[in-house]
Each structure stands twice: as C-alpha cells, then as structure tokens.
C-alpha cells in the first residue's frame, strides 16, 4: 500500500514541471521505495497523482529496467548487452553468471539472493563488458571476477542472515 506521504511526495514533484506526466518516472521511483517493486497498487498511485492513466503509466514502468515488474533479489545484476559488451562476449558472461546462480536472466533465486537481468546499455562502453550490482558499476568483466564477486557478496549475504539471530541471542 503506497502511503498517503508518498503520494504528496508525488503530487508535489507533478507541480515542479510544466505538465505532471513529465514526473511519471520519479513519481515511480517514490512508488518503487515504498513497495520494493512496481505493484498495481503503484501504478494507480502514480496515475492519480499524476492524472494519467493506470496504462500510461504502466507503459512507462515495463519499458525501463530500472522499475521492477516482481520482486527483485537482495542483489540486482545487470550485465549490459551493447554492441560494446557484445564484441567483449557479454552473452558468454551472462551465460556463465546463469550457471553459476541456478538461474535465467529475468529470474531470481529461490533464496531471493540475486536476480539477474540484462540491459541495453550502461554507458560504459571503454570498459566491456560491464555489469552493475545495486547501481554499481564493475567493469572490464572477466568469468573470474564473476565468480570472485559472487563468492564475496555469498559471504556478505551470509552474514546478514546470521546478524538477527545473534539479536534474538542476546
């Protein structure tokens, strides 16, 4: 449920532009915060803060990665298939990262632990093949490294699993 807080967050970004559909995709963003991803709940949100339609602006939240369609693992892997990636074989990196998660681009791990997309572009093209993990680029990606910031974040993610029940411990 979007709360009453977000929706004035977005009807006063609205305000901020000549006309309220420009805010559509920080609107979704406030949207996004609030309910981890894009629900129905969401779009109706935004297109009556906006006063556009609930197509409108589902059109606009299925056409950018950014916006997730379901809930997204704790990590989001992007690998970028630009035709810069794809000379420096993204598509075996995306496959490989497949392999090595259990699972398809699109998809999240039954653990929730990582979901794995693919994205047009993400203007790193000196530096294929290129991925971002939560919006942060990792560059001149080898299988290696892959595998490397698998292991590490499979660490992270452990621990964070351990920190609530060493709290209940105590």
Not at 37 to 61: C, G
Not at 124 to 143: D, R
Request: proline share 4%.
């Amino acid at each position: 449920m979007i709360s009453e807080q977000a929706k004035q967050r977005m009807r006063e970004l609205a305000s901020r532009y000549p006309v309220a559909r420009s805010a559509v995709m920080p609107a979704l963003y406030i949207a996004q915060q609030e309910e981890g991803y894009i629900t129905q709940d969401a779009l109706q949100a935004v297109a009556e803060a906006l006063n556009m339609t609930v197509d409108d602006v589902e059109s606009v939240a299925s056409f950018y990665t950014m916006y997730y369609q379901k809930p997204p693992g704790r990590k989001i892997i992007k690998v970028c298939t630009s035709i810069s990636c794809y000379l420096r074989n993204c598509d075996a990196l995306v496959e490989h990262l497949e392999q090595r998660l259990g699972i398809k681009r699109g998809e999240t791990t039954a653990d929730d632990n990582y979901t794995l997309m693919t994205t047009e572009c993400l203007a790193s093209c000196g530096t294929a093949p290129v991925l971002q993990v939560n919006g942060e680029f990792v560059e001149n990606v080898t299988f290696e490294m892959a595998d490397a910031l698998i292991d590490e974040f499979d660490r992270e993610l452990n621990v964070k699993k351990l920190e609530p029940k060493s709290e209940i411990r105590l």
